[in-house]
């Protein structure tokens, strides 16, 4: 009798799945391949996704003598304050602005055309730390993708720099490691695949105007969401220079990714539905988080990825917040531990300390290693199929099982679909249970005990990051 019970505990953790389109025609509802359902419930262990044969190319292409060579032609401008010279054509912000746009149609050059270079620009009228009318430039560069290239993913840097006084655009500000060292990594991405096909659009991104108030790549994101562009993801490398903490102590392993829970363009009636079926820790930037560290751990790229359930540093922000604030998935490299001693400060000795942004204070390895995790992160994201859309939890019915539903992406080598979820108290997905092609499922364990997601899975085996489902 035992065992008996206990087959018939097994049997009702399968896991049905029918196609919209099956419903559609009429055709009855028939069962996936049911998923062995372990002790604690259906499907496997969630696991990290190994980097293909292309991804550890590319990665061993990244060079971390590229990367300070960037970082001291940036610091060799002397000051990159947004309010200082646009038209010295060797010290300000005009000079850099110019170099960037060089080097990235130089990179371009070797992409068949798939690659191009502009230098998205606009006049900020006078606000907050904009006395003047001042044109903001973001150069950029935008390999378009092979078979998905409306849907876009971005990596940016700031090439703008400061001293103590935020308004004082005349002094030496080099700006090392906030932001040379963001830029750096962009744009050394942008050097190794400008070569590559992935089948979606990555963006990599030089803005301006951050140390007075995020305002290029506000303006960035401003103008994808007036065009109604796809970006899936946003990644912003601010302060990713040196693994050294003003202690001296050394993290030279780990990075920091700064990922929202509450949304921050959460309307009232989003707020309403998170109240009643949970997910502050589900937001789109929590997915993305979740994502990076299955694609670009240690394993992948000898660095760890610290998540911290923050927008950003305490009562700081960084460029990712633009694009939050127009609903798009962002979040914020940075290093480990910060040493204020080196940014935002005058260049001067003070008591036999210096003081001051230099390049002596960079740890190029360890921004080479940065570099590889946003490299792995973009790379899978470009090549996986896009995150599932209009994912619903249906609650027309109340029982003790749970059926969601989706929409079918449009990729060409979409292969199907998976269903992971976890318990509430998880931090991480940890059951994955593959359910194919299909854009409907049912699993027999109850919404009110766990989260659910679910995430693409292309031909090649890589994978979106999760959609979080609502009720519908």
Known sequence: ????????RASRRTFLSASTAAVTAGVALGAAPAAAAG??????????????????????????????????KLVSFGTRHTLSSQDDPRRGIG????????ELRRYAAASG?????????????PASRIPVATRITNPMATLRGSSSPDRIYVVSGHYDSRVSDVMNAT????????????????????????TRRPA?????AAVAGEEQGL????????????????????????????????????DPRTVRLFAEGVPTAETPEQANVRRSVGGENDSPSRQLARFARSVAGRRATGMDIRVIYRRDRYLRGGDHIGFLEQGYPAARFTEPHEDFAHQHQDVR????????DLPEFCDFPYIARVARVNAAVLWSLARAPGTPENARIRTDRLTNDTDLVWDRGPEPDLAGYEVVWRETTSPDWTHAVPVGDVTEARVDLSKDNVFFGVRAVGRAGHRSPAAFPVPS
């Open 1 to 8: 009798m035992a065992d008996d019970e206990g087959r018939i």
């Open 200 to 204: 979606a659009t990555i963006v990599f």
């Open 95 to 102: 000079a850099a602005r110019d170099w960037i746009l060089a």
């Open 39 to 72: 002790p604690d419930g259906p499907g496997g262990p969630v696991r990290d996704q190994p980097p293909d044969a292309e991804l550890r190319a590319l990665l061993r292409e990244i060079d971390e003598r590229r990367i300070e060579a960037i970082v001291r």
């Open 215 to 250: 305002y290029g790549a506000r303006h960035m994101a401003r103008l994808y969401k007036a065009a109604g562009a796809d970006v899936q993801a946003m990644f912003t490398n601010d302060i990713v220079g040196s693994a050294t903490a003003d202690d001296g102590t050394r």
């Open 349 to 356: 000795v003070e008591d036999g300390k210096q003081y001051g």
């Open 171 to 194: 002094a030496d500000a080099p700006g090392a490691d906030d932001d040379a060292s963001g830029v750096a990594v962009a744009m050394e991405l942008a050097r190794v695949m400008a």
């Open 113 to 125: 055309g798939r690659m191009t270079v502009e230098a998205q620009s606009y006049i900020q009228q």
